[in-house]
């Protein structure tokens, strides 16, 4: 059960952080964190578009000139969505194995030698050591989702 809720709630945060970003309905996006895909470097902080097009929101308002005209301007745009979102997912679990540990640590220290304190310590420190590792896979999610593109 708690797999399952660990699941849903990553779910739910990879919508949240990831949803208003892709429904945006501009005609051009700008990208947050440089990075290749399509045999081309999207650099960060440059909008890319079709030129014929203006880049305005929804409201009208110009939100940045499109510098170039690219073909797989769209696909760019959902892969900087999903560096986004991943970026922020890795900073929230690092964070959290980081406190994990520390806390695996503290109990370690205050088990005086009590073996049930110190099986829980290092199941602690089991599961903050997994967490950062799953904090680095949700990092390369990216680059694993270009390279298929």
Avoid at 4 to 23: D, K, M, R
Avoid at 68 to 96: H, K, M, P, Q
Wanted: hydrophobic residues 50%.
């Amino acid at each position: 059960m708690k797999k399952i809720l660990a699941i849903l709630i990553l779910a739910a945060s990879v919508a949240v952080f990831a949803g208003p970003v892709l429904a945006a309905t501009t005609q051009c996006c700008q990208i947050h964190s440089t990075f290749k895909f399509d045999g081309q470097t999207w650099e960060a902080g440059k909008c890319y578009g079709n030129v014929s097009d203006a880049c305005v929101d929804v409201n009208g308002k110009q939100l940045c000139s499109a510098t170039e005209a690219r073909d797989s301007w769209g696909v760019a745009c959902v892969l900087n969505s999903i560096y986004r979102a991943t970026n922020v997912i890795f900073a929230i679990l690092l964070v959290l194995g980081i406190i994990l540990g520390l806390y695996a640590g503290y109990n370690f220290m205050t088990s005086a030698g009590d073996e049930k304190k110190v099986e829980t310590a290092r199941n602690y420190f089991l599961y903050a050591i997994i967490g950062i590792i799953v904090a680095f896979f949700a990092r390369a999610i990216p680059s694993i989702v270009a390279l298929i593109l």
